[in-house]
């Protein structure tokens, strides 16, 4: 499937005639933000609207939209989400409340005005009133733009919660360009990311045979072409690079859309930021954004697919790897390191790969074997690490988890057992089933300590 633009809209090949998918209207270009009107007239949502922003999505468009729309007799109302000096606003009890609050006079339709939380608060409280929200995005951060879950906090708890997708999502590269660096490269790293999620969906496809959903393969194929052509162009904030990245994060999205999952976006380096996340929320410690995290994650796992990929298969040790993943007590007892006590016992209760039957064992182990030369060609296509640090180097951001407040006690074991995360087949269950994560792991902290 290609993907093409007819008027800014964003389209693809084959999919429905009036929207980008489903019913949502996606638009991308270069100074787009003032068609907002029209965007809104043509899908009938009404006169009136609830701006959701905080202090920088509303100077950095916010305000300008409101001029905007009232000039298309369209009314505007706006929640300003209280500013929380030096902490960040969350998707929270306080947030919900304050735009709860601010729907009366009742609008018919609200705004997010911004990227990642304040697209989760709106995209919750439309879900809950039932009324459409248009997205105006002021970051290229994050990938859930079209997403239809909100990640919030509830009781300081990480929860997910229902939402809606918007029906209209405008992403102007002249709002996108002003966006903090950090926000840009987080969206990068969310991205980026998909090159695991990617090798380890084929990896899968060969050893269980799990069907690889081939639209959703080249679009997320054709994002990272996208991604790496424009490293430059990114690294100065053009309209070519953020458009770049948008698109990326666009594509992400849609896959999700079309497969019903998240198999082609979603992998261990993301299983492993969501982690560090919880725990971080836990310890009620400050944590990175998601795409920081994801990047981050991202570099360590290729890394390790480097390894991966070197593993001499015909010398390994099958009676230790087994006796090792088979006896529970000691597995658990490194395994809790990562999760922490509760977290573990829920994801006990569910995951099959916690709960693997001698006969399991068998059938992985073999299936890799008997599979190794057919792996190691599929993932001809990934970038080496080299090539990640030198990105990441040009962006002028760190590689290091610890530099992005991840104690590295927490991610030495984050690492090799991140796949324990869900029920999703990937190369660091692999290596745990090869009884080689251990190694593999030391020499990936190893060289990274040698950056530093
Ligand atoms: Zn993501």
């Known amino acids: 499937m290609n993907y093409y633009y007819e008027n800014d809209m964003f389209r693809l090949e084959g999919v429905s005639k009036e929207h980008t998918i489903s019913d949502i209207d996606i ?26 922003a905080d202090n920088n999505t509303y100077h950095a468009a916010g305000m ?27 998707a929270d009890e306080l947030a919900i409340g304050q735009v709860m609050m601010s729907l009366e006079p009742e609008p018919d339709f609200l705004i997010a005005c911004g990227s990642g939380v304040i697209n989760d608060i709106t995209r919750f409280v439309s879900f809950i009133t039932k009324k459409p ?19 919030m906090i509830f009781d300081r708890k990480k929860v997910h ?40 969906w084929l990896l899968s496809n060969i050893t269980t045979g799990e069907e690889v959903d081939k639209q959703a393969l080249s679009l997320i194929t054709q994002a990272l072409a996208k991604l790496t052509d424009n490293v430059e162009e990114i690294r100065n904030a053009t309209d070519e ?35 560090w ?34 593993i001499d298969i015909s010398s390994l040790d099958r009676e230790k790897a087994k006796h090792r993943i088979l006896n529970r007590e000691a597995f658990r ?24 039957t ?38 002028g951001q760190t590689i290091h988890a610890e530099e992005i407040g991840i104690p590295t006690d927490l991610l030495t074991y984050t690492l090799p057992y991140s796949t324990f995360y869900r029920d999703r087949y990937d190369f660091v269950f692999v290596m745990n089933i090869l009884g080689v994560i251990e190694d593999i792991t030391e020499k990936t902290l190893k060289d990274y300590q040698k950056e530093k």
Not at 166 to 189: Q, R, Y
Not at 244 to 260: D, K, P, S, V
Not at 287 to 297: D, E, F, I, K, Q
Request: with cysteine; net charge positive.
């Open 161 to 200: 919660r229902h939402g809606s997708a918007p029906k209209i999502l405008v992403l102007d590269t002249e709002v996108l360009k002003n966006a903090p660096t950090e926000l840009t490269v987080a969206g990068f790293g969310d991205v980026y990311g998909k090159y695991i999620a990617k090798a380890d």
């Open 27 to 52: 638009y991308i270009g270069k100074g787009i933000l003032k068609n907002t009107s029209y965007y809104v007239q043509k899908r009938n949502l009404g006169k009136k609207c609830l701006i959701v």
């Open 241 to 275: 690079g953020l458009k770049a990245i948008i698109e990326g994060l666009i594509l992400a999205g849609i896959t999700i859309f079309t497969t019903g999952q998240t198999r082609a976006v979603a992998s261990v380096e993301h299983n492993q930021g969501h982690i």
């Open 333 to 356: 007892k490194q395994v809790v390191k990562c999760f922490g006590e509760s977290f573990l016992s829920v994801l006990e209760k569910s995951n099959k790969c916690l709960n693997l």
């Open 358 to 395: 001698e006969e399991d064992f068998e059938n992985h182990y073999n299936s890799i074997v008997n599979n190794w030369d057919k792996i190691i060609k599929v993932l001809d296509f990934l970038p080496s690490w080299d090539e990640y640090k030198n990105i990441y180097k040009k962006f």
């Open 133 to 151: 929200f248009v997205s105006i995005g002021t970051a290229a951060s994050m990938d859930g733009y079209t997403s239809v879950t909100s990640p």
């Open 277 to 310: 996340e919880t725990r971080m929320l836990e310890a009620e410690k400050p944590y990175a954004l998601h795409g920081t995290a994801v990047g981050c994650s991202t570099g360590y796992y290729l890394r390790m697919y480097e390894y991966f990929k070197k």
């Open 64 to 90: 300008k939209l409101s001029e905007i729309l009232n000039r298309g007799n369209i009314e505007t109302d706006v929640c300003l989400l209280r500013d929380r000096e030096n902490e960040r606003i969350e």
